[in-house]
């Protein structure tokens, strides 16, 4: 009987380690391809690549309060005023907090605002293929 119980037990042990194990790699792979997608959208950012930009954007993109934005839209909008000032100097600080955005997990990197009331914020999700997109900046109301 204790033979028994031990095979269980040790059964038991052995699973969960591995689950232990498997969870690690893949909050690693998910990191590695976050940081991967970051480099990308940063070099972006800094050349002003639009192009490049326009296929890291997510299809459902939120900008200053729109739904659904074009990429046209969204980078009008950053020619006017110190957007693009204000998305470059935000990936060169890259201090990121992992939250909820719209009812999904989120990166979420906080931009410089154009006023010192409002708060500006750039959220990074994976689409339904677990790929990174930057799914919106937004400055939500206070």
Same mark, same amino acid.
């Given at each position: ?19 232990l ?25 800094? #050349? ?5 930009? &326009? ?9 200053? #309060? ?12 950053? &020619?006017? #005023? ?22 999904k ?24 293929? #677990?790929?990174?997109?930057w ?8």
């Amino acid at each position: 009987m204790k033979s028994a119980a031990w095979k269980v037990a040790t059964l038991i042990v052995t699973l969960g380690l591995l689950m232990l194990s498997a969870s690690a790699q893949a909050t690693s792979y998910s990191s590695s391809q976050f940081d991967s997608f970051f480099a990308k959208f940063k070099y972006s950012v800094m #050349g002003a690549d639009t192009y490049t930009l &326009q296929n890291l954007m997510s299809p459902t993109f939120d900008y200053m #309060g729109a739904n659904n934005s074009s990429p046209s839209d969204v980078f009008k909008g950053l &020619q006017g #005023g110190n957007g693009w000032d204000n998305l470059q100097s935000a990936v060169q600080r890259k201090v990121f907090v992992d939250q909820e955005y719209d009812g999904k997990p989120a990166r979420v990197l906080r931009c410089t605002p154009d006023s010192r009331t409002n708060t500006c914020y750039i959220v990074f999700q994976t689409d339904s293929s #677990g790929h990174w997109k930057w799914s919106a900046m937004v400055m939500p109301e206070k």
